[in-house]
């Protein structure tokens, strides 16, 4: 008796299946990024109440922090693919890295545009050079460095490696950011949330702020993922199934 093909984890690893897959999701990915960020801000903004030392000021957390995760994740699973793609050859994981910098380096803009906001009213000051802002600033130009580097060599391969090389030795950079704020004395508020201790917000806060990260998790998908797209349309160009698709539909 014949057994059917099993669905294995490397069954979307090639470009084709990828971008079918891809396209699928990505309006899902959209329509849970409105959803989850029309809930999350209502929950930060209408229901939560202030907090007894910051007052309202302190709603910026709700962009802020979910923005501060996510540009740390994203170079995380960035720096992963790019060395995966390094070491085994693999032009997907090449172009899935590339994708994800852009929206990495943005998520890291915003952590720090938006701190930058919150510290004017909480410390008097929109910029000091404190060691989590500093290391979340070194992060940013680490994704610039990374994309100027990849776009600037014009060999395909040649780009991913180099760029894999930078993201693997930047990579370090992460756990500093994360437990800077433990290693040194810093302006900074240590961790919210913690894995060992119970939340030190309400339970509204918390909410909204885990609800608005999941936001950020649905738009870097359907961001990525479209981006990802391109790339894969940009690199398999010259193969049969692109062409297929930029062929006209035949008339009966």
Same mark, same amino acid.
């Given at each position: 008796m014949s057994r059917k093909p099993s669905l294995r984890w490397s069954t979307y690893a090639a470009p084709s299946r990828f971008y079918a897959l891809a396209g699928q999701l990505v309006p899902w990915f959209w329509a849970a990024t409105v959803l989850l960020s029309a809930v999350g801000l209502f929950i930060g903004f209408g229901?939560?109440?202030s907090d007894f030392q910051q007052g309202?000021? *302190?709603?910026?957390?709700?962009?802020?922090v979910p923005a501060a995760w996510m540009s740390m994740v994203i170079y995380g699973v960035m720096a992963f693919f790019a060395v995966l793609g390094w070491a085994?050859?693999?032009r997907l994981a090449s172009m899935y890295a590339?994708?994800?910098?852009?929206?990495?380096?943005?998520f890291t803009f915003l952590a720090l545009w938006t701190g930058a906001f919150w510290g004017k009213p909480t410390w008097g000051t929109w910029w000091v050079w404190d060691a989590r802002i500093t290391t979340e +600033?070194? &992060? &940013?130009?680490?994704y610039v460095g990374y994309i100027a580097l990849t776009e600037a060599i014009d060999d395909e391969r040649r780009?991913?490696?180099a760029g894999a090389l930078l993201a693997l030795v930047g990579a370090v950079n992460i756990p500093v950011i994360r437990f800077s704020v433990v290693w040194w004395n810093t302006l900074h508020q240590g961790a919210t949330i913690s894995t060992t201790s119970a939340p030190k917000m309400a339970a509204t806060m918390l909410i909204a702020m &885990?609800?608005?990260?999941?936001? +950020?998790?649905? *738009?870097?998908?359907?961001?990525v993922f479209t981006r990802?797209?391109?790339?894969? &349309?940009?690199?398999e160009s010259d193969t049969d199934w692109v062409r297929a698709l930029a062929a006209p539909p035949a008339h009966p």
């Open positions: 229901i939560a109440p309202d000021a *302190y709603r910026i957390i709700f962009i802020h085994f050859n693999t590339r994708a994800l910098a852009p929206t990495g380096a943005m +600033f070194i &992060l &940013l130009l680490l780009a991913a490696n &885990l609800v608005m990260t999941f936001a +950020f998790w649905a *738009y870097s998908f359907a961001v990802a797209r391109a790339i894969v &349309l940009e690199r």
